[in-house]
Structure formats: C-alpha cells, structure tokens
C-alpha cells in the first residue's frame, strides 16, 4: 500500500521520543548564487547524521512487541544499517546486518558501534540475499528493506513534513534520489500538504537511473553506476517508482564536477558538513539546467557522513 | 561603563532583523566522548560565519542617523572586519576597514564583498593605527574596536541570552577568549540569567594571556603567539578584563593538539564546520582538564571561518 500524509503523520509522532527536530538553515550567499530563496533542511544533523534515521526509526517502532523481540535485519553497508542498529539499539532488540566482507572498516565500525550484529558475507548481490534470508530464517527477524518498505517511506517523509511546518509557502521542494524512499516520502507529504508545489529530485548524472526510468516509464536500473554521491547508487524499487512517476515533476541530473563545487560552497558558506548525495539536491539549483529563479525552494539534505581524510578537493 | 543584561537584551531587539538567531545542537556521541551534557550555540551559522556580526550589527544600529550617515571604521583583517562591513552595509552607511598589506587575499576579499572600503598600510600596530586616525580624521566615521566597546560587548552578549532561552537549566557555559568581547557579553548574560551558573573560558595554551592575565590579576597580554586558534590572537582589553575578572570562574587552556582533534571530532560527529576558535571551547570538555562530568554545558562556537584548502588533519 502506498503510504499517505497520515502515515507519515503517524510516523512523526513515532520517531519523535527518538529523532531530531533537525534545523532548516538559509544563506544569504547560497541565495544570491543560485538566484533563489533556498531553505537547507538539515539532515545531516539528523542521527547517524543522514535521514536514514528516521524511516528505520519509524520501522522499528512500528513492530509489535512480539516481532520486535525477534529484532530486524537487512543488507546494507551504508547509512541505513547504522540508522537501523541505532534504531534498535534504542529499542532494545537485535539489528542483524550482512555487509560484504569487502566493506570499508569505517563503515563495519560505525554499524558496530551501534551494536549491529555483522555478517560478513562475499561481495554479491547472491550472496547478500541469501545469507540475509538464512538469518531470517534462523531469527525470525523482520527486514527492513533500505527503501522499498512502507514504514521506512512514511519514516523519510517526515523531514518534508517539519520543514513545511516551518516554512509553508515553498514553491518547490528539491530531494536527492537513489533507490527513491527519500524522494517518495518527500513528494507524499509535499503535494498532500501544499496545492501545487513541484516536486523535484537531483540525480548524479553518472546513475541516472531514475531520470532514464521516468522517461521510459518502467525502472531501468543503473548497470554498476559510479558517482562521487555514494549514498545514491541503488536504482528505484517497486513500491517508489510509481509515487515518484505520479507526484515528481522532474528528475535534473548533475555532473559530478557540479556535485563537488557544490558541497565544497555549502561547507565554506553555510558552514554545514554535507556528504556528495546532499549536494546533489543543492546542485539542482547550482547548474541551473531549469529555472528556479525567485522561487523559495526547499532543499532536503539527504546526509553528512563523509571522510574527512578523502575530500574531492 | 560596563554593559548590563538590559544593554544585552535591548541588543538582542535591535539586531533581530538582521541577525540569525542561531539553533542550538546537541550530538550523542560528543556527550558521551566528553562525559557530559552538551548544548553547542552554533554561531559558526551566524552571518558571516560568526558571533562577530552581533556586536558589529548592534554598534552599527546603536548609531544616531548623523553619526551613522559618516560612517564606521575599524582595523581588523579578521572576522570583525566583515562583520563590520556586512551590518554597515545593511545600514546603507560606508564602513573604513584597515588592512595591512600582508593579509591573506581570502580576507581581503570577503571584506571587499561586504561592501567594505578598504585602505592597506604596512603590517604594524602604528601603521593601523596611525592610517585609521587619518581616517576617523577626514571621514567623521564612528570607530567600533572588535571587543573593546561597550555595544560589542552587548552584541556579542545575545549569543548566550539565546542560549538560556532555548537551554535554561545549564550549569555552565563555555566561551573562547581572546580580546574577551564574547567572553564578557557571555559571562553577564549568564550570570544575570542564572544565578549559580558557572562560566569558564577555553583559551589556546600558546595564546594564554587571558590565563595569566587572572592570576597576576593585571592584563598580561601575548607577545606574538602563534597558534592554529588565529581569532584568539588577541590579548585582554580594559573594559573586557575586568568583567571576566569578576564574573568569569577560570580560563582553561587548550593544547593545539586538542584543538585540531576536537575540531575534526566535530566536524565528523557533529557535521558542522568549525574554525579551530571554536574547538578551543569545546576543546575544554576534550581534554578534560576540569571535571565537568555529568553538567549540563552550553558551548558558544565562535564561528565556522576556515580554508578548506589548508585543513590541519
């Protein structure tokens, strides 16, 4: 079922106990740059410093005690793992994690560090799904797909309810796009909460597959894609695609030089850390491919996890 | 005379229009790092990227439309200078900025792109000083000194009324010193706000005039210290010492090493970019020189000014 601004309603009071109210910051000379009013919600201040947080959070939170005894489990090496670790953490139950043995230690240290339970397995998409089905077989764990899971849509949603709560009168709300839950939450709680507001995803041109999907109008995933923005490298899923064809207006695809300028300006200028997959939504508005001139435009910053020893600069 | 808290409070009114009133952050991993509970007053988010734009905006709006229409000058090649030329280009009023010639070309820059006039000298004290008389001489122009002024001092002193705003039950809070603009303006809000709370300054052990200043108990200012802390270069003046003389518990110093890991630590966990001033405050819950274990600490983040280019780690 397709989540509604009521379940990203429900989501909200959720997470709440849990998750950070996150900030939504301007900048003068961001504005001036791009020629637009533009609103940062932070999500990157977001816990595990990404927005991953908040759909795991709403997952977990919404299993019954029975199941949640059991605990959860997916396959990830990115954000969404710590976020489930931590959101379990917090509730008190396992968070089984298969990772590929091939995975950056500082990644294995980071879900560690939130008490998931890692299992390394060979660096396949074969052997991450069957080793995660051999764990739910034997635990009984629920999965908690990264984005193809209603509750975690509803979860990803609330950072476009908070900012149009703060900040009501956008005329467009910009959101990164990779496997498309961010994305699809945004456009739910956007066009239920305000008539006419466009909704618009940034993609790295380098994984377009969202952009070529729209106008082919069935998934077309990217074929082992490589861009700066990691975070944004999984293709749409079932349950995305089809809210994304119904309610985003367009896809804008950025270079990847475009994506470096841009985080580079928006750590020098509005002093926040935002990892390459943040500043793939900025850089809609950095190329300027379509005009956005004059708008207020409300920019969901996807997260902030980087390595600091490894910048593109 | 020594501001008031309705000096600070009548600040926080006049600059409200033009100041961003900063959020307030807190991190899980920093609190629990450091072993206490800490509330970060991000004024590395404040316009021009630090605390200065609050005392330079209420100078600048404290002025009478005669006075102000001749204009304000300072010599500065730091944040003051831009704070300085950013508030008085919001008046429509000209700002005189003195440089030496020697200032890095970023500095230059960004004054210039506030709009500030800029006259070089040679790169000592009586050049700067003898080239702004010439100035304040031909021009009329208001001097604002960057910490030696009673409506810096209430400017700067909004940071922490906000602070206790939003975070009323503290138990301490914590500044960096340098000329102590930020540190006095701090020390009587909070101390007027909350009787009991404990103020400490953080200060870089390489630049610890402010530390030896209370225990000689006269200002001892720093012969040419050379610290990565380069806002913090500045020594005590007259109207700032006493102040923190009376109201201010102990200056803590930091070690570079401390500054450079606290700043790193902050930037990674915390996602907000930091200069190497502001870990000096922090940098006193890093190296845990007083037992703060278990407070409640309002942090003030002197800004986020660094060259992205030239980073310590």
Known sequence: MTPTLADIRAAAERIKPYAHRTPVLTCESLNQKVGAR????????????AFKFRGACNAVYSLTNEEAARGVCTHSSGNHAQALALAAKIRGIPAYIVMPNNAPSV????????GGRITFCEPTLEARESTLDRIRLETGATLVHPYNDERVVAGQGTAALELLEDIPDLDVVIAPVGGGGLLSGTAIAATELKKGIR???????MAD??????????????????????GLLTSLGTLTFPIIQKQVEQIVTVSEAGIVETMKYVWERAKIVIEPSSAVAVG?????????????VGVILSGGNVDLEKLPW
């Open 38 to 49: 533009v609103f940062l919600k932070c999500e990157n201040l977001q816990k595990v410093g």
């Open 107 to 114: 990644k294995k240290n980071a879900v560690a560090g939130y």
């Open 199 to 205: 909704v618009i995803a940034g993609e790295p041109e």
């Open 209 to 230: 597959d969202a952009f070529r999907s729209m106008r082919e109008g069935v998934i077309v995933p990217s074929i082992n894609p490589k861009t700066i923005a990691d």
């Open 284 to 296: 809609v508005l950095w190329e300027k491919k379509i005009d956005l001139g004059g708008l207020r």
